[in-house]
């Protein structure tokens, strides 16, 4: 069973940088699409990113130019490096893993989620 925990949310003014890591264990987390997702209050959740083992990447066209994803295989970790930061990124941002290496954007085609992390940029 992979267990899926974020960190490094905060408070950033816009403009401003933030850097989360997704930390996940318990399972093969080389072979899996990781990804990020995002979700205010009030809202669905949407799309930000993803990643495939072979380094693949997609975005969601809000983010593309501003968000980087990125991983690491040996430490276990995927990260979503965020610049430029606006008002209306301030979100819950949920890390996910899927078993199989084809990038999906929808929330049930991942099979495993961590708790959030909370990211707010002030204006």
């Known amino acids: 069973q992979v267990q899926l925990v974020e960190s490094g949310g905060g408070l950033v003014q816009t403009g401003g940088s933030l850097r989360l890591s997704c930390t996940a264990s318990?399972?093969?987390?080389?072979?899996?699409?990781l990804a990020w997702f995002r979700q205010d209050p009030g809202k669905a959740r949407e799309f930000v990113a993803a990643?495939?083992?072979?380094?693949?990447?997609y975005y969601a066209q809000s983010v593309k130019g501003r968000f980087t994803i990125s991983r690491d295989n040996a430490k276990n970790t995927v990260y979503l490096q965020m610049n430029s930061l606006k008002p209306e990124d301030t979100a819950f941002y949920y890390c996910?893993?899927?078993?199989?290496?084809?990038?999906?954007?929808?929330?049930?085609?991942?099979?495993?989620w961590g708790q959030g992390t909370q990211v707010t940029v002030s204006n």
């Open positions: 996910a893993a899927r078993r199989y290496n084809l990038i999906v954007v929808t929330i049930s085609g991942y099979d495993y």
């Open positions: 990643m495939t083992s072979g380094g693949s990447t």
């Open positions: 318990g399972g093969a987390f080389g072979s899996n699409i």
